[in-house]
């Protein structure tokens, strides 16, 4: 059993920065693919980012390329998701998943955006924000 809590949501304007934390109690951290996750209000969740075992590849959604980088401390349990030159339309509640059902030795398949794979989940962590 895996636990997750996102920490480092907020209110901020257009143009700012954040940077979520997810910190994980799993006894082997780095042995899960680490990803992202948001949800907008009306809208299905989608796929942010997701990072593998060592954190040396990374797979984003084209809507974070360039602005969000996902990063992983596997000493401290934690993952990480940096996010830039923030819009309006990334106003969602982020939620942190992590999987042990695909391989995350190498470069990382498409199948880590599928939220099905994934068989734990945070609380999620509110951002919002303003124009």
């Known amino acids: 059993q895996v636990q997750l809590a996102e920490s480092g949501g907020g209110l901020v304007q257009a143009g700012d920065s954040l940077r979520l934390s997810c910190a994980g109690s799993a006894r082997i951290f780095e042995r899960y693919i680490m990803a992202w996750f948001r949800q907008a209000p009306g809208k299905e969740r989608e796929f942010v980012a997701a990072?593998?075992?060592?954190?040396?590849?990374?797979l984003y959604a084209d809507s974070a390329k360039d602005r969000f980088a996902i990063s992983r401390d596997n000493a401290k349990n934690t993952a990480y998701l940096q996010m830039n030159r923030l819009k309006v339309e990334d106003t969602a509640i982020y939620f942190c998943?992590?999987?042990?059902?695909?391989?995350?030795?190498?470069?990382?398949?498409?199948?880590?955006?599928?939220?099905?794979?994934?068989?734990?989940w945070g609380q999620g962590t509110q951002v919002t924000v303003s124009s």
């Open positions: 998943a992590a999987s042990s059902r695909i391989n995350g030795l190498g470069v990382l398949s498409m199948a880590v955006m599928d939220a099905r794979q994934y068989a734990y």
């Open positions: 990072i593998n075992w060592s954190g040396s590849n990374t």
